[in-house]
């Protein structure tokens, strides 16, 4: 069987797997990322007011020249010889204040040995400054001079009210000039101190995963969850420590978990999103409606529901809580009034399918929602307005306009217009000549005009530029088996198809079709029975059938194939089939 090119927009929760990158609670401002690229203007200099402790700095010429040098090369761009110039200036004052604005500038200006130098001298001036600290220690754990860090990091930690937020820090420290194992052997230590502060085991656990130490990862993360059982953020790093185990590992633990403690939304929510990751729907829904409960202003969980509802045919409840995402303003309103259309077409009401791809704004999802407009046009048997719509279209690129044309010529498809699509994808072609897409559409509706030499001429053209297309292999093969003698290498071009996409339903039907063609009765059940129960597709029945019928199977054959005309009545392959052996 083809598989002729469908425009399916399907609609897919942003799921993504457990990363690399173990959790990381959130924290009290992190420590300054040295070296940072400058996101904004530099910080202008304070009031000259002298606070005590602060050098009785006199204002002589030079350093008031140095100091407008420095500014007027800041100005005008010139960040480095304004970060040497404050450097200067900084270790001839040595002046906090100055000390203090020549880092900053030469972080901006990624001039790391002068960051280095400014910052150390800055700490020493003003050893009670906590930015002071935090600055210093960043810049050495990024530079690979982690050791120097410890006496600065107790310190740290002592001076602090409390010493948790200061271990959820620790982890932006560790960048990839950082030796993994001295940083977990440096946190071990640190940590040592403080048996009882679940934040402590954290980010031994943390330090311990960048090391690829599991084991102990998972031991320290446990003695946090014995002193915090409820911190929701430990639960979803251990999951991604039990992923390597297998995925019932992971969900038993969340299930498990959220037995004992039903309230842990954080916990619900990841185990909700990888159950559908997983194609476990209904499960997921469950899930996110429990969710729901305690947060029916959450537009983000009325999608989730709307899009689980959508993946188990339940309509109706899918457009309950797709409006309700829209009414509570979901950021991706127009998304969501895509899936509104998708459901109006699926429930029958294309009218109402029209109205939400026409309130969908210019923006990244415009041309989704005009494409989905125009072929419904086309369905509904409105050409004109249908090629209106596409042709009113301002496309932003080649792939854009190739698209366009590709929807136009399905439309044209659509009313059996052949000859007009063959013509629209010729020209598109003259001007895209090596589109893959154009040529494998225009070979499916030269088929249709029985130009078959046109068929086989653009499939090997497409087979040379992407000698991995298996539909090209499969389309191909078909009609080679469909349409003429050539069986053998017919089956040759389908075994090809097979090896590239064994599990691929259309392919399996092809290759069940052509040992059909060669009188391989059996061997061509197998094949049809595997791709019909993949999908149950209205072609797939009508080969299969046939095959039953030639095996004396007439009563399966008429089974299958009223099944197929109840879920499809206006199929021409399933019709023609059944026309020729129903009296």
Request: aromatic content about 8%.
């Amino acid at each position: 069987m083809i598989r002729y090119p469908l425009f399916a927009f399907i609609a897919v929760l942003g799921l993504a797997a457990c990363s690399r990158n173990p959790v990381v609670p959130a924290a009290p401002a992190p420590l300054p990322a040295a070296p940072a690229a400058p996101v904004a203007e530099a910080p202008t200099v304070e009031a000259p007011v002298r606070p005590a402790g602060l050098p009785a700095q006199e204002l002589t010429g030079q350093v008031l020249y140095q100091f407008l040098l420095a500014e007027v090369a800041w100005q005008r761009g010139e960040r480095k010889l304004a970060a040497e110039a404050y450097a200067d200036l900084a270790q001839r004052t040595r002046d906090a204040r100055i000390a203090r604005r020549a880092t900053e500038l030469a972080l901006f200006a990624q001039a790391i040995p002068q960051a280095v130098q400014s910052a150390k001298l800055w700490v020493e001036l003003e050893p009670a400054s906590e930015r002071a600290q935090q600055t210093w220690i960043s810049l050495l754990a990024a530079n690979g001079r982690l050791e120097e860090t410890r006496p600065y990091l107790g310190a740290l930690l002592k001076a602090a009210p409390s010493a948790g937020p200061v271990f959820l820090q620790l982890h932006s420290l560790f960048g990839r000039n950082v030796d993994p194992r001295a940083a977990l052997a440096l946190v071990s230590d640190l940590a040592l101190g403080y048996p009882q502060l679940a934040e402590a085991h954290l980010a031994v656990a943390q330090a311990a995963w960048g090391a690829n130490q599991p084991e102990q990862a998972e031991q320290a993360l446990d003695r946090a969850l014995q002193i915090k059982p409820t911190w929701e953020a430990l639960v979803l790093f251990k999951g991604q420590l039990l992923q390597p185990r297998g995925e019932e590992v992971l969900l038993g633990y969340w299930r498990d978990y959220l037995a004992r403690y039903p309230a842990a939304r954080e916990v619900r929510l990841a185990y909700a999103k990888r159950l559908a990751m997983l194609g476990r729907y209904a499960e997921s829904r469950q899930e996110f409606e429990r969710l729901l409960e305690g947060a029916a202003g959450n537009p983000e969980a009325h999608l989730a529901v709307g899009l689980l509802a959508m993946q188990s045919n339940d309509l109706a409840a899918a457009e309950t809580h797709l409006l309700k995402a829209l009414e509570l303003q979901h950021p991706e309103s127009d998304q969501v009034k895509l899936y509104l259309g998708q459901i109006g077409e699926a429930r029958d009401r294309p009218e109402d399918a029209l109205r939400w791809y026409g309130e969908v704004a210019k923006g990244p999802r415009y041309l989704e929602a005009q494409l989905l407009r125009g072929l419904l046009l086309g369905k509904l048997n409105r050409v004109a307005e249908a090629r209106a719509v596409l042709q009113g279209l301002s496309p932003a690129s080649e792939a854009e306009r190739i698209q366009i044309s590709q929807t136009e010529a399905q439309v044209l498809r659509g009313a059996k217009d052949y000859a007009a699509a063959y013509q629209l994808l010729s020209e598109a072609l003259a001007r895209y000549p090596d589109s893959p897409e154009l040529l494998y559409d225009r070979a499916m509706v030269a088929e249709r005009l029985n130009k078959l030499e046109e068929l086989e001429r653009d499939l090997r053209r497409l087979i040379q530029m992407k000698p991995e297309h298996a539909h090209a292999y499969n389309a191909l093969g078909y009609t080679l088996a469909d349409r003429t003698p050539r069986l053998a290498e017919a089956m040759e071009l389908l075994q090809k198809a097979l090896q590239l996409a064994p599990n691929d339903p259309f392919i399996q039907d092809s290759m069940g079709w052509a040992l059909y063609r060669g009188g391989r009765l059996t061997e061509a059940e197998g094949y049809l029975k595997r791709a019909y129960a993949a999908r149950p597709d209205p072609e797939i029945a009508a080969h299969l059938g046939e095959v039953l019928w030639q095996q004396g199977r007439q009563d399966e054959a008429r089974r299958l194939w009223e099944a197929g005309l109840k879920a499809d009545p206006d199929n021409e392959a399933l019709r023609e089939t059944v026309s020729r052996f129903k009296p």
